[in-house]
């Protein structure tokens, strides 16, 4: 199993531009998640989906997208790039029981560094 | 939002030095998650404990939790240089996990 795959690891982009973070997973998670890392300010979650065609925001959804047609692909979308999105993001993924109240563990790709210039 | 934050910030030891890193939380929880992030890489879990459960244990690892002082400790015994890492905790109540800005810690050989 190749676990979670983010690319591209490393993009850079001009305000104003667009791109999708693509993450895919091999262990028919269903659940799977994006979180983007700051200096000093930990990981913040910002969109994250239970299952195939159901997505929700979490603490800094704006000036993003999702969508999740399979079980296996959960792309983040930038609709128009700004330098505050300057970071690193990480796509995690996790087993969810259906009914079970704990979160599994969390498997999370090696991550995408994005500058915004 | 309902965020573990760690204590240290920073910690540097000599190796084989034991070391103890915290996480205080707020509010009511199921689980309690410890997780590792070397340098430029994405974050690996280490160990789970419950809110029912008080004490785990994992190869060199150990975890504890206090659930009315809403508080966790991860202890490492016998440090090695590999260890340098960055420690975050991770709080599940009925929510997507919430992790904290973690504790950056050094084993200086």
């Known amino acids: 199993n190749a676990g979670v795959t983010q690319t591209p690891k490393f993009q850079v982009l001009k305000t104003g531009q667009s791109m999708t973070l693509q993450c895919a997973q091999d262990m028919n998670h269903e659940y799977m998640s994006w979180y983007r890392q700051d200096p000093g300010m930990g990981l913040r979650l910002i969109h994250y989906?239970?299952?195939?065609?159901?997505?929700d925001q979490g603490e800094v959804p704006n000036g993003y997208n999702v969508s999740r047609s399979t079980t296996e692909d959960f792309p983040l979308r930038l609709l128009s790039a700004a330098p505050s999105q300057t970071s690193v993001y990480f796509c995690?993924?996790?087993?969810?029981?259906?009914?079970?109240?704990?979160?599994?563990?969390?498997?999370f790709g090696s991550g995408t560094q994005l500058s915004v210039l | 939002s309902q965020q573990g934050e760690e204590d240290p910030q920073a910690l540097s030891i000599q190796e084989g030095e034991n070391a103890t890193m915290n996480c205080s939380y707020k509010t009511s929880i199921n689980n309690l998650q410890w997780y590792r992030q070397n340098s430029g890489r994405g974050l690996v879990h280490l160990i789970l404990?419950?809110?029912?459960?008080r004490e785990k244990h994992s190869g060199r690892l150990r975890v504890t939790l206090d659930t009315s002082k809403k508080s966790s400790s991860l202890l490492i015994t016998a440090s090695r240089a590999a260890d340098t890492a960055s420690y975050f905790c991770?709080?599940?109540?009925?929510?997507?996990?919430?992790f904290g800005k973690g504790t950056r810690l050094s084993v200086i050989a």
């Open positions: 989906s239970v299952g195939a065609g159901i997505t």
């Open positions: 404990i419950r809110s029912n459960e």
């Open positions: 995690a993924s996790s087993y969810s029981n259906e009914g079970a109240r704990d979160n599994e563990k969390l498997f």
């Open positions: 991770a709080t599940d109540t009925n929510t997507p996990l919430v």
